[in-house]
């Protein structure tokens, strides 16, 4: 423990002297932050190896020595990060241990450079950097020549303010054209060209950087008979300090959350980059109130936004057995924030997949979010191989059962044939319970990996006699009564569900749900599909090749039409259960693409809507397409419907057709 404790103080050290002291950062913020929250970690679980020049006993980086020092009358202190919407609740319920009914002030986290001003007798005297937070550096000479930093201000007493220099979208994009045509190294992002900026010997360099600020901090308010930070920003913009527009005053935490997701997705229309949301509690008695960590005030915290892409290490390549017996191979990762969650895995679909994407255990890889959804490897960082990383081998065998695998013709994936394989039964009773096939309420993976040790669910009619084993049941652990009848009572109503759920809860291969809505909708009950003909099954609309022969080959099959018998004979519906429609004319005869999150409803529950209202919910963006509905943080699709010029609607706009 100790030995990885040295190493992280090593890399943190060595990583803040490159970005603080040479601004040529080697490694990402992401890469950082993961080193030092692990260092915290460990310290906190062993106080008896904390060293004195742990980077946890400082609040930032090293100071160069050919700047003039500055010590800060009060530390310039960093702030806790946070990732996800669930901690922001958490920090809420912390301030109200303390503080009844607390307000916050909501402020866009600029991406730039934390600095300084102090004026005089209404002068400004000096410009300094966060420095170590403790001591920082004097800028006074290129702080000069910021245009929105006032020389004068109207305030003949002693003055500080803090705020952060940043450089604009657009100056970034036009220095960094420049450096490239005086063949000079690029600078990797904003932040990184406004720090290497306000850092130059020479204020000419600086001057010509077209930075800015945004004003935020009044140390000592209490100099000036300010109750409240809210108050504080606004007396400050009294002085003619350029203070964010975009600063709002929450009465509650559910403002805070509206505010995060409205900046989510409005922050690439800015013209300044913004790394994420700082939430302050707003009176300044109730800061007090609250207090300190050695390095964070525990009145404020930073809402970080969910990174695009991140780095993270392949632990091990382990392999899963699907319902089909398809063997999946799956990456176990180092834990690592993305788009909102935690990701601790992530599929590596098949061997083929793996060999082109040259993936390796103990590599580093870098992840983002497929449509904002499902984490993907986007590529492999060959560069910071070193020797220690394994080839990936295929396995020959099940994983589970043993059996040898095989590959079909047609297909790069394995599968396990195996009909006894536990892994493969379990994985088919869970998606046959599932909330988007039978809906089963109560049944999680793990209940159903449980029932089926003890023998109480090993088939799919298993389900249906469950009410057999009531008495049973009471004597497992966290099984009462009203659970057991809840349980029981889902699934009785499951009974009463329409054709096309049982189709999908049956697991036809390539018969997903809107599959299997099109051949409920065609048949009508399930004897017509089972005297149907490979030659109807083609002839049905969005039915292709591979979807037909699989629905016919295992509609033909004794052991299908021996579950379909069992399960008439235990009382569920095989009929397709005609929804009632309310047909609109904006969706009637339309098709529809749905694309990022929807605040309002679910994704199911629009395409319902949508159906229900005369029109058609597909998958893919296509000429055909006539709208594309738009939630927060739209993926390629949205991409695609501009490319076509087809029209797309936001959430609000969708909601109001449902409703007109």
Not at 162 to 180: A, C
Not at 183 to 206: C, K, M, T
Not at 553 to 576: A, R, V
Request: charged share 30%.
């Amino acid at each position: 423990m100790k030995e990885r404790m040295d190493k992280l103080i090593e890399l943190i050290n060595k990583a803040s002297y490159e970005y603080y002291t040479l601004d040529k950062p080697t490694i990402t913020d992401q890469e950082y932050d993961d080193y030092y929250h692990e260092l915290e970690k460990i310290e906190n679980e062993h106080p008896e190896l904390v060293r004195e020049d742990s980077p946890t006993k400082r609040i930032g980086g090293k100071v160069i020595d050919s700047f003039k020092k500055v010590t800060h009358e009060i530390p310039m202190m960093s702030l806790g990060d946070i990732f996800s919407e669930e901690e922001v609740l958490e920090f809420d319920e912390r301030i109200k241990k303390t503080i009844k009914n607390p307000e916050y002030v909501c402020e866009l986290k600029i991406d730039g450079l934390s600095v300084s001003l102090l004026y005089k007798e209404g002068k400004l005297v000096r410009g300094a950097t966060r420095g170590n937070g403790i001591v920082g550096e004097d800028i006074t000479h290129n702080v000069t020549t910021i245009k929105s930093v006032p020389l004068s201000i109207d305030y003949k007493n002693e003055i500080e303010v803090r705020g952060e220099i940043y450089m604009p979208k657009k100056s970034f994009q036009e220095l960094n054209k420049q450096r490239e045509k005086n063949h000079e190294s690029l600078f990797a992002n904003p932040r990184n060209a406004a720090a290497g900026s306000v850092r130059q010997l020479d204020s000419s360099i600086a001057s010509k950087r077209n930075l800015s600020t945004f004003i935020y901090h009044l140390p000592n308010p209490e100099r000036y008979d300010i109750k409240n930070h809210f108050e504080s920003l606004k007396f400050m913009e009294s002085l003619k300090f350029i203070v964010n527009p975009n600063i709002i005053l929450a009465h509650n935490i559910d403002e805070v959350i509206k505010y995060i997701r409205i900046w989510t997705e409005k922050r690439a229309s800015l013209p300044y980059e913004i790394d994420g949301i700082v939430i302050k509690v707003n009176n300044y008695e109730d800061q007090k109130k609250l207090g300190y960590t050695a390095r964070t005030p525990k009145w404020a915290i930073a809402y970080k936004f969910p990174a695009e892409e991140v780095l993270t290490k392949v632990n091990n390549i382990e392999f899963c057995v699907g319902r089909t017996g398809k063997i999946t191979p799956r990456a176990d990762l180092d834990p690592v924030h993305l788009a909102g969650s935690i990701i601790r895995s992530v599929t590596l679909h098949n061997s083929d997949y793996i060999k082109e994407k040259d993936i390796m255990i103990n590599d580093t890889i870098v992840l983002h979010k497929a449509g904002d959804v499902i984490p993907e490897v986007v590529r492999v960082e060959v560069s910071r191989r070193n020797g220690e990383e394994i080839p990936f081998k295929m396995i020959e065998n099940c994983p589970i059962c043993g059996s040898k695998l095989v590959k079909n013709e047609d297909e790069v994936a394995w599968y396990c044939k195996n009909p006894k394989c536990d892994a493969r039964n379990i994985e088919g009773l869970i998606h046959f319970s599932s909330r988007a096939t039978m809906n089963i309420d109560g049944f999680g993976e793990s209940i159903v990996e449980d029932f089926y040790n003890i023998g109480y669910l090993k088939t799919i009619p298993d389900y249906y006699r469950l009410y057999n084993h009531k008495e049973e049941l009471k004597e497992l652990e966290g099984f009462g009564e009203k659970s057991i009848n809840n349980l029981l009572d889902s699934i009785e109503a499951s009974k009463k569900n329409s054709l096309e759920m049982l189709l999908f809860a049956l697991g036809i291969r390539f018969v997903g749900k809107e599959t299997a809505k099109v051949l409920a909708k065609h048949y009508k009950n399930i004897d017509a599909l089972l005297n149907t003909t490979k030659e109807e099954l083609l002839s049905i609309e969005d039915i292709g090749t591979k979807i037909a022969q699989s629905v016919y080959e295992t509609i033909t099959q004794e052991k299908f039409i021996n579950l379909i018998t069992d399960l008439k004979n235990l009382g569920l519906n095989m009929n397709y259960i005609e929804k009632e429609q309310n047909i609109n004319e904006f969706f009637n005869g339309k098709t529809f693409v749905l694309t990022g999150t929807l605040s309002s409803i679910s994704r199911d529950e629009a395409k319902e809507i949508i159906e229900s209202k005369g029109g058609k919910a597909t998958s893919s963006v296509t000429k055909k397409t006539s709208y594309v509905i738009v939630g927060e943080n739209p993926g390629s699709k949205y991409d695609k419907a501009k490319e076509l010029n087809i029209e797309i609607i936001n959430e609000k706009e969708f909601m109001n057709k449902i409703n007109s």
